[in-house]
């Protein structure tokens, strides 16, 4: 697990080639399987791999995200508010599991921060796409994680990158 953390890095620039199927079903299994506080499970999930609705979903980020309407993938990351307050934390742990499952797939992803920001349409990013994707309002949308076959690759992190002054033992 390491070595593919040490590897993966975001990717915003993806070929022009579709996410077969197995592999889209894979990476929403491995998010489906994340775990949750008292198994609540209150992530829900929307596939959209269609150009057009790509291309507006671009706007929900000021200034536009210029990858997200480039994407082969895109998977927006929802949290049922009405089933657990901590909705934010499961999300997020099964917003990396995808990402982490499509590494190991041999995909690139991207993390598109969506929670507390703003769209370049005058309203909340969140407001945005729920619009847009016909969202119910007892849903939050956490993220987008956009999905395909990264263009080119990048450097791998190095161990000597991770700063031990960040670990504490017993106290601060």
């Known amino acids: 697990m390491l070595e593919m953390l040490l590897a ?11 996410v077969e199927e197995e592999k889209k079903e894979k990476l929403l ?6 775990p949750t506080g008292k198994n609540s499970r209150p992530w829900e999930f929307v596939v959209i791999e269609n150009k057009e609705i790509l291309q507006k ?15 082969p993938l895109a998977i927006v990351v929802l949290g049922n508010t ?15 599991i995808m990402q982490l499952e499509a590494e190991s797939l041999g995909l690139g992803s991207c ?6 920001r703003e769209s370049n349409q005058g309203m909340s990013s969140e407001e945005y796409v729920r619009k847009l994707l016909g969202i119910p309002e007892h849903m939050a949308v956490l993220s987008i994680i956009a999905v395909g076959y ?16 960040k670990i504490h033992t017993e106290t601060y």
Not at 8 to 18: G, L, N, P, W
Not at 29 to 34: G, K, R, S
Not at 57 to 71: D, I, M, Q, V, Y
Not at 150 to 165: F, I
């Open 29 to 34: 299994q491995a998010a489906q399987l994340a």
């Open 8 to 18: 993966r890095r975001s990717c915003r620039e993806f070929e022009d080639k579709a």
């Open 111 to 116: 993390w598109v921060q969506i929670r507390l």
């Open 82 to 96: 009405q089933k657990t307050d901590t909705w934010i934390e499961d999300a997020s742990i099964a917003s990396i």
């Open 150 to 165: 990264p263009s080119g690759t990048r450097p791998a992190h190095k161990l000597d990158e991770v700063d031990q002054a």
């Open 57 to 71: 979903l671009g706007n929900c980020r000021n200034p536009k995200h210029p990858f997200l309407p480039e994407t």
